[in-house]
Antibody, heavy 120, light 107 residues
């Protein structure tokens, strides 16, 4: 059974930085693409970023491009999201999710989420 | 970017009702459309992918259809545990985009 566990969320001031982590188990991690999806309080789902299994290809939503960086360490079965220059509108629960096919996969397994609150 | 428009945004239904939710894409996405169910405070759960492929373990009362730009999620006989918010997702290209959600409430 695939298990994903996010960590690293918390309260951060506008302009600050944070790194989210996602620990994966129950899968051959390096063969899976991974994404981050977020959900602002009371709002819908928004895809944030994706990374291929090798880590060599990444994509970002326009809303976070240039501020967020996705990365992974396949030896540790870990996915990361570095959040810089945070804004109030980045406040959300951040989920990590797997998709076997980087180009056409739809998020099949999700973590429990990590809440990021950007406020002074 | 592909815009996904769901309708209705909310609906009231009774146990046993047949429920249909529609998702329209702003451009053709072949059959790369998934449906998710989310209950309050819970993690989204994938129900269907590739427009009509039922996720393992999902009850057969859920079905999906469509291709190109118009897709539907049908619940053939609504059960008490089905009251939730449903989202469509296009998984044809990047950026991935979700519909705004359809909240199914008890009438």
């Amino acid at each position: 059974e695939v298990q994903l566990l996010e960590s690293g969320g918390g309260l951060i001031q506008p302009g600050g930085s944070l790194r989210l982590s996602c620990a994966a188990s129950g899968l051959t991690f390096s063969t899976y693409a991974m994404s981050w999806v977020r959900q602002a309080p009371g709002k819908g789902l928004e895809w944030v970023s994706a990374i291929s299994g090798s880590g060599g290809t990444t994509y970002y939503a326009d809303s976070v491009k240039g501020r967020f960086t996705i990365s992974r360490d396949n030896s540790k079965h870990m996915l990361y999201l570095q959040l810089n220059s945070l804004r109030a509108e980045d406040t959300a629960v951040y989920y990590c999710a797997t998709h076997y096919d980087f180009w056409k996969g739809a998020f099949d397994s999700w973590g429990q989420g990590s809440l990021v609150t950007v406020s002074s | 970017d592909v815009q996904m428009t769901q309708s209705p945004s909310a609906m009231s239904a009774s146990v046993g009702d047949r429920v249909t939710i529609t998702c329209r894409a702003s451009q053709g996405i072949y059959n790369y459309l998934a449906w998710f169910q989310q209950k309050p405070g819970k993690v989204p759960k994938r129900l269907i992918y590739a427009a009509s492929t039922l996720q393992s373990g999902v009850p057969s009362r859920f079905s999906g259809s469509g291709s190109g730009t118009e897709f539907t999620l049908t619940i053939s006989s609504l059960q008490p545990e089905d009251f939730a918010t449903y989202y469509c997702l296009q998984h044809n290209n990047y950026p991935r985009t979700f519909g705004q959600g359809t909240k199914v409430e008890l009438k």
